[in-house]
Nanobody, 128 residues
Framework: QVQVVESGGGLVQAGGSLRLSCAAS????????MGWFRQGLGKEREFVAAITWSGAPTYLSDSVQGRFIISRENTMNTAYLQMNDLKPEDTAIYYCAVAVYGPAWSTSPTMERLWDYWGQGTQVTVSS
């Protein structure tokens, strides 16, 4: 069993920045992928970003390209999402996901069913 815990959410003004962290514990093992999804109020959950074990390539949704950066520190089994130039439409619960059963997720990182473990989410609120 793998536990996934997000942290770093909060309230920020438009144009500001936040950095989310995602820690995977319980011996995820292997060269696992890590990703971020988000769900705004009344909306479906959507893909935000993902990163391979080696750190490249990374995947970013069009809506965050150029503003968000995903990175990871494998010695700590932790991934980060640096969010810059935040907009009110970025307001959502941000979920971290971990893929431990092979590299299938990298063929379609937006597909939720390819991710194996999920965190409980962290709230990000961007005020205008």
């Amino acid at each position: 069993q793998v536990q996934v815990v997000e942290s770093g959410g909060g309230l920020v003004q438009a144009g500001g920045s936040l950095r989310l962290s995602c820690a995977a514990s319980g011996r995820p093992g292997g060269r696992f992928g890590m990703g971020w999804f988000r769900q705004g109020l009344g909306k479906e959950r959507e893909f935000v970003a993902a990163i391979t074990w080696s750190g490249a390539p990374t995947y970013l949704s069009d809506s965050v390209q150029g503003r968000f950066i995903i990175s990871r520190e494998n010695t700590m089994n932790t991934a980060y999402l640096q969010m810059n130039d935040l907009k009110p439409e970025d307001t959502a619960i941000y979920y971290c996901a971990v893929a431990v059963y092979g590299p299938a997720w990298s063929t379609s990182p937006t597909m939720e069913r390819l991710w194996d473990y999920w965190g409980q989410g962290t709230q990000v609120t961007v005020s205008s």
